[in-house]
Every structure is written in structure tokens, then in C-alpha cells.
């Protein structure tokens, strides 16, 4: 009969029960993401860690595990880009002035603004 080994990634020692060995690295590596060599729940599908070290063979089947692996053993910072758009407010003297802009804007970009309606539910439309 085999028993299941857990192995510590980080320095190889083995456990029996996973508690023992997420109570090692919490003692003996402080800072490594538990969660990222121990977790807490079984993957029986291994192909789960689909997010891989480019600088050593570690695997992680989370991309913030991965990016703090990266930034503890590897000093290398993940840097997210900014999605902040400015917002310009415009106002117009007029409609129709308002139409001359949408429609430059529209065949510059490509794009359509459209006059939101809402939707009709048919089922309910007419309830008395």
C-alpha cells in the first residue's frame, strides 16, 4: 500500500498530512505564498497550473501566485498598466451642433453611438 508524500517545493523535506506541511512553510519559509505550493484544496488535474515561472520551473494555477513568486524569488515586480481613461465633458449650443460632432466622431473612430431605448419584455407588455 503507497502512501501519498506531500514534498516541500522549497527545501524538500516530506509530509505525510497536508496541515504538516502547510505548518512547515509557515514556520520555515514565512515568505512564500502557502497557498501556492500547499493549497488547500486537491487539483486532481494537474494541467490546473497552467501559469509558469520563465525564470525556474515553478508552476502556479494562479497569476497573482505566479507574480509573487516572481517578485520574492526573482526580485522582478509585475507592473500593471494604467486603464485610467480621461473623461472629457463637452457641451454644444445646440443639437444640431451636437450631430455635426457625433457624426466627425463616428467616421473618425469607426464607431456608432446609439440612443439607448431599453428593452420590451413581450410577455408582460400587456398586463392589465
Known amino acids: 500500500m503507497s502512501e501519498n508524500i506531500l ?6 523535506n516530506s509530509f505525510k498530512f ?5 505548518a512547515h512553510i509557515k514556520k520555515k519559509h514565512p515568505l512564500t505564498n502557502i497557498d501556492s ?6 487539483i486532481k488535474n494537474k494541467e490546473l497550473y497552467v501559469f509558469s515561472c520563465s525564470e525556474c520551473d515553478k508552476s502556479f494555477c494562479h497569476v497573482k501566485n ?4 516572481k517578485l520574492i524569488a526573482h526580485s522582478i515586480e509585475i507592473v500593471k ?6 473623461i472629457e465633458c463637452l457641451e454644444f449650443e445646440n443639437i444640431e451642433n451636437f450631430n455635426v460632432w457625433k457624426n466627425e466622431i463616428e467616421h473618425k473612430t469607426k464607431s456608432y453611438y446609439i440612443k439607448n431605448c ?3 419584455d413581450n410577455d408582460h407588455s400587456n398586463k392589465t
Open 66 to 69: 505566479l507574480n509573487e513568486h
Open 18 to 22: 497536508l496541515k504538516n506541511l502547510r
Open 118 to 120: 431599453g428593452s420590451i
Open 81 to 86: 498598466p494604467d486603464l485610467k481613461y480621461p
Open 7 to 12: 514534498k516541500c517545493t522549497e527545501c524538500g
Open 37 to 42: 505550493i500547499a493549497p488547500t484544496k486537491k
